[in-house]
């Protein structure tokens, strides 16, 4: 019986043994993550995930302000036919958590500057340094990012979240307060 393996939650999923061509979009029935599965019984089949995922952030996602959720959910939808947008959201979307850590309204060198001072965060600020640079970059027309740069991006900005809030947790308590 054809298998395939979420390149999300790693869950096994049976495909039905009478196709012998597969050229589908199909969602994994425990974490719906949407994938591709295109190929063979023959000669082999290959997935590919058609969005990225917020899966990792579950723990603190009720700590994220509002806007902050709703820009990752847009990184995640643009990321397939929009990179830049992706990135961009990736952006703001840390950005706006940033403001809300050291509680002004600065931009991510300014942060960058804050975290190396930050004895909690000062491993992370070497990242937060690489997103200014990027963000300078994505937010002006002479460019425009590809796919794989908005997956990095994207993999990297839910990293930094992870990392701020399992460093701060004087930061997750005063978090609470948005929680649902």
Known sequence: M??????????TTYLDPEILHYDWEIACKYCFTK???KGSTSK???VTRMRFSLRGLEQYWDYLSKIEQERLEEAVY???????????????ALCSLL????????ELGYYTKKMEKDP????????ISYFYHKRNQVDHPERTSNPLEAESTFSMTKRLILGIFKNKPDFVNRSRSLKR
């Open 2 to 11: 054809p298998t395939i393996i979420c390149p999300d939650c790693g869950k």
């Open 120 to 127: 909690n965060l000062s491993d992370l600020s070497g990242a």
């Open 78 to 92: 643009c990321s397939k036919f929009a990179p830049t947008a992706c990135e961009s959201m990736c952006f703001d």
């Open 99 to 106: 403001r809300r850590l050291y509680g002004e309204k600065k």
């Open 35 to 37: 994938m591709k599965v």
């Open 44 to 46: 082999g089949i290959i």
